[in-house]
């Protein structure tokens, strides 16, 4: 429990989270049929809540640094796909997802008329993706605004 409370703010080094996943998981290793197991497991999940929270974060800066010392874009959209992969049952696949599109998207935008076409249509496939997996979602109608953008320059109006 104590290493649970000092798990810092997701704004900060994740070392003491992951220090602490890892002793509770011993504990539950030990004492699988413990009384404090719910508790632990809850535990566990906030904890793992916080680890995608600190992902989300850091695509977000990936994103903001845009084209800054190199291509950001690209590091946002393997920071989204390896949290989509680490935390598959997150709260956060929305928004996961939604920055792969919304950097593939604005990458695009800010490459060369030559290859545009090309990731265009990428982001169009990625709003494909998305729809499909999150037809419900807020960001339902900022990505259709992109894939209607896409389909223009894909189709050369």
Do not use: H, W
């Not at 719910?38 to 990936?62: F, G, H, Q, S, T």
């Not at 990428?122 to 037809?135: C, G, L």
């Amino acid at each position: 429990k104590a290493a649970f409370d000092d798990s810092p703010d997701p704004r900060l080094s994740q070392e003491g989270t992951v220090q602490a996943m890892d002793e509770l998981n011993v504990f539950l290793e030990y004492y699988p049929n413990s009384q404090y197991r719910p508790e632990v497991e809850k535990m566990m999940d906030i904890l793992m809540d916080k680890l995608a929270y600190k992902a989300l974060l850091n695509c977000r800066l990936y994103y903001d640094l845009g084209n800054y010392m190199g291509n950001n874009y690209e590091s946002c959209i393997i920071t989204a796909n390896n949290a989509l992969n680490d935390f598959p049952i997150s709260k956060y696949r929305v928004d996961f997802a939604f920055m792969i599109l919304k950097a593939r998207f604005t990458y695009a935008q800010e490459s060369i008329e030559a290859k545009q076409v090309e990731r265009f249509r990428r982001v169009m496939d990625e709003y494909y993706s998305f729809t499909t997996d999150f037809p419900e979602s807020d960001y339902q109608k900022e990505a259709k605004r992109m894939f209607e953008y896409a389909r223009k320059v894909v189709e050369g109006k």
